[in-house]
């Protein structure tokens, strides 16, 4: 007597594209890449900084080429896109209390989005040479 086989339904690799839910879910999974791939920029420049003066000058160079600004430029909005995506979810993954009374989901994105814009704030007057 042979073994039962269990039916596995045939699946697609665009099994995700048929529903605008799955597609949001798969971009802001795929923007952790380019979140890698902006670290991995950010290594290489510690590694020229340490290699001296030359390296670290090629990198600034590398860093002015249209395609490495295109790059930036696209990693900002992924990481933009991935940051406002989160905020959403948390009042659901974080559902916070005053005593019995829940905290309008409202709220806690203002404060996230709040929080965001001070710290943005802070590191770009701390950039510029602000005290």
């Not at 596995?8 to 952790?32: D, G, K």
Request: charged share 15%.
């Amino acid at each position: 007597m042979s073994a039962r086989r269990p039916y596995i339904r045939p699946m697609p690799r665009t099994w995700w594209l048929r529903n605008r839910v799955f597609r949001r879910y798969m971009l802001r999974e795929a923007t952790a890449l380019f979140i890698g791939g902006y670290g991995l920029v950010l290594l290489w420049g510690l590694s020229a900084l340490r290699r001296g003066e030359g390296a670290w000058l090629a990198y600034l160079d590398a860093l002015s080429h249209p395609l490495a600004l295109a790059f930036h430029t696209l990693a900002l909005a992924m990481a933009l896109y991935h940051t406002a995506t989160w905020f959403a979810l948390t009042p659901k993954l974080m559902p916070s209390r005053i005593g019995n009374r829940p905290i309008p989901a409202r709220w806690v994105k203002a404060a996230h989005y709040g929080l965001f814009a001070l710290c943005s704030l802070v590191i770009l007057l701390l950039a510029a040479g602000w005290p």
